[in-house]
């Protein structure tokens, strides 16, 4: 034994000191005072903080409570102590004293965590690359836009608190605990004869407060004592549609318009603990109301505040414009003496300018299609400073859902967003968009249909919308069998679906495009491999047909592709195109004679570099040919008109007497859509001379 220790002795040593020196790095690192710690976790990001590519995923803020920078490289980030499955973190530092921000999502993103985090509850763990667990914390229900944090940092005391994303939560506001209850109404949502007494209840012990103008109940609404008497209210006085806080075509209604009863109600305990709020909507008497029938029925409440209130609502001029005033900027007018793109809280765009909304669905019968927790924002370009304004409706994980439960426009497949579209600057027929969806559908481009329905906001008639389909990652799959993850969409030169660098691939088109010899037989044809040239034939001829040149192409343009290419028949990588908004397009017998082409091919990078292509021109005219003897044949088109302007006259009448109050009638609904009619009677006659025209010129026409 001896002679092994004095042989081995270094050996010996060598092993002593390592242990000492790891016992001594263990000891130092584990200590309380020098580890990792995680600070805050944010289960339903709503608005909180964006990651680099625009989108708000969950996140994980981790503090570093020492004065040197940690390397966390190699450590592991899990949910649901599965410790053996959770994320590698790549490269990263916490700085001394500071804080770091993981954002944690399902989809596939670079440094982000690849799991999402249940707002119901749920625990995230912290470990080493071997193993040994830093930091661990069990999460309860989480509400939108709150946080389980420490309430200071390192502190062992956690708290539901306010997000404060990087910064320290010694300021932040603890919230008060939920109170687990519900409210239950005697009767649904729904359509009733006659007038009803609503009973509500709730568990032993606890106070029911309700309101009837869709705000969110709070310790100083009303208290429920007894059943209320639910009846029509179309009678009583206007409140949000009697606003005129608008910029442009402000004609309140002289009468008061269609109502409905909107009651929202939570429970209370005694030291003011709030259940979740509950919402129904009642339409009393609409048996009577003829213009009803056979219309689809949709219902938005929510809290006037976010809507309609001078800081924060959405719908109004607000602040926002009282800031530009203040400023003494100049106003911008078109030639017609209109303040189109006057600054409000209307044009605030993204997160920040999202309300929760209870939408409710009634479908032709004014059963109930769908309820649902949506988030809803403003749509549109200078639309948006009508005094009917459009809507995006999203469905997220955050309001409990993140696709809607049914699809309203296909039935099919999982949809994460909806429209209700108010027809934007087609003020007259509501009609285009449709009319030219309807024509396009079968063709080679994307287009966005949609039915007909009544809307009401927070229980006031709000005209005639489309509830329409939007471009969205699952509008992609649906529609072409395509992997969602995998979908890429351009929408005016932006990156409106997929994530921002994959707009690369799009200035590479373009970059490409514009300096090619697209005349070259052999360049056109490479070309044609990178843009499916169908369906860019299908919509640079029908956009022309129709006299489409007040704002496009310089804007309302789209286009999508794979960004991966696969087997499928639309995995091939090449960029397609998408039709939406044109309901400002010139189709009316004052334009029936544009020359569209000559205007637009010499704005648009893309056309102006094709029409070099004497291949190309043979290819356009040939096409334009064909759409216009068969898409476009007039019968077949204004049969379309006359189809849509019979669903939608009904309802037309109420519209115009809410947003012209007498300065338009029905009559005036009905001489345009003849003169929509008689655009394309007459239309070939005179576009069909131009494209010969233009697709016959010889080449130097279209240098640059």
């Known amino acids: ?278 919402t129904a909507v009642y339409f009393v008497g609409y048996d009577k109301k003829d213009k009803y029938s056979g219309m689809s029925v949709v219902s938005l409440v929510s809290d006037p505040e976010g809507l309609f209130s001078f800081d924060n609502g959405i719908y109004v001029l607000g602040k926002t414009y009282a800031d530009y005033v203040s400023s003494g900027a100049e106003k911008t007018y078109d030639k017609a003496g209109i303040w189109w793109w006057t600054p409000g809280n209307y044009h605030l765009r993204g997160r920040q300018a999202e309300r929760a909304a209870e939408a409710t669905f009634f479908d032709e019968d004014h059963s109930i299609e769908l309820t649902q927790r949506l988030g809803i924002r403003i749509k549109g370009g200078g639309s948006r400073g009508y005094a009917q304004k459009s809507f995006n409706l999203f469905a997220r994980g955050a309001y409990g859902d993140p696709y809607l439960k049914k699809n309203l426009i296909t039935g099919d497949r999982k ?92 200035d590479e088109l373009t970059t490409y495009v514009t300096h090619a010899d697209l005349d070259d037989p052999a360049v056109y044809e490479e070309f044609k491999k990178r843009v499916d040239i169908d369906s860019l034939l299908d919509y640079y001829t029908a956009q022309i047909y129709i006299a489409h040149t007040n704002d496009w192409p310089g804007s309302n343009v789209g286009m999508w592709r794979v960004r991966e290419k696969g087997s499928g028949e639309y995995e091939d990588g090449k960029w397609r195109f998408c039709i939406f908004d044109v309901n400002s397009t010139s189709m009316d017998i004052e334009n029936v004679a544009l020359d569209s082409l000559t205007e637009v091919s010499g704005k648009n990078w893309l056309l102006k570099s094709l029409m070099k292509s004497e291949q190309f021109r043979k290819d356009f005219r040939e096409h334009f040919q064909k759409i216009s003897s068969d898409l476009f044949e007039a019968q077949k088109v204004n049969s379309k008109i006359d189809e849509l302007a019979e669903l939608i006259r009904p309802q037309m009448e109420l519209t115009y007497e809410r947003y012209y109050s007498g300065q338009k009638t029905i009559e005036d609904f009905d001489a345009k859509v003849d003169e929509l009619k008689e655009f394309f009677e007459k239309r070939y006659e005179y576009i069909s001379k131009d494209v010969e025209k233009n697709c016959t010129r010889e080449r130097r026409g279209y240098e640059r």
Not at 120 to 147: C, M, N, R, Y
């Open 415 to 506: 949809e994460e967003a909806v429209s209700l579209f108010s027809g934007g600057d087609d003020l007259d027929t509501k009609l285009k968009d449709m009319l030219f969806a309807g024509i396009m559908k079968d063709s080679s481009d994307a287009v966005l249909e949609g039915r007909p329905a009544a809307v009401f906001l927070d229980g006031e008639y709000w005209g005639l919308y489309w509830i329409a389909q939007k471009y969205s990652k699952t509008y992609f799959a649906d529609k072409y069998g395509v992997d969602e993850k995998n979908v890429v969409m351009i929408k005016n030169d932006a990156v409106g679906v997929g994530n921002a660098e994959d707009k690369a691939l799009y």
């Open 1 to 278: 034994m001896r002679i092994f220790l004095k042989r081995h002795l270094h050996v010996v040593l060598l092993l002593f000191l390592t242990c000492v020196i790891a016992a001594s790095i263990c000891k130092s690192f584990w200590s309380s005072d020098k580890h990792i710690l995680i600070n805050e976790v944010c289960a339903s990001n709503l608005s909180t903080v964006s990651d680099n590519y625009g989108r708000y995923p969950d996140w994980i803020e981790l503090y570093n409570p020492t004065s040197t920078d940690i390397s966390i490289e190699g450590w592991r980030l899990s949910r649901n102590k599965a410790l053996d499955s959770g994320w590698t973190i790549d490269k990263k530092t916490v700085p001394a004293n500071g804080y770091l921000l993981i954002f944690a999502d399902s989809d596939d993103v670079d440094g982000e965590a690849d799991f999402s985090i249940s707002s119901e509850g749920t625990a995230i763990s912290l470990t080493t690359s071997f193993g040994q667990v830093i930091d661990e914390v069990e999460i309860p229900h989480l509400k939108p836009d709150t946080v389980w944090g420490r309430i200071r940092d390192g502190d062992s005391n956690w708290s539901r608190l306010t997000p404060t994303p990087l910064e320290s939560n010694n300021g932040a506001r603890e919230l008060r605990d939920e109170l687990s209850a519900s409210v239950s109404f005697s009767k649904e949502s729904g359509f009733y004869d006659k007038a009803f007494e609503l009973s509500m209840s709730t568990e032993n012990g606890l106070r029911i407060r309700y309101t009837l103008d869709g705000s969110e109940p709070s310790a100083d609404s009303q208290e429920y004592t007894g059943p209320i008497r639910i009846d029509d209210v179309s009678s009583e006085p206007n409140v949000y549609s009697a606003s005129e806080d608008a910029a442009v075509r402000i004609y309140p209604p002289k009468k008061p318009v269609d109502k409905a009863v909107v009651v929202r109600a939570a429970a209370f305990d005694e030291s003011g603990k709030k259940s979740d709020s509950y």
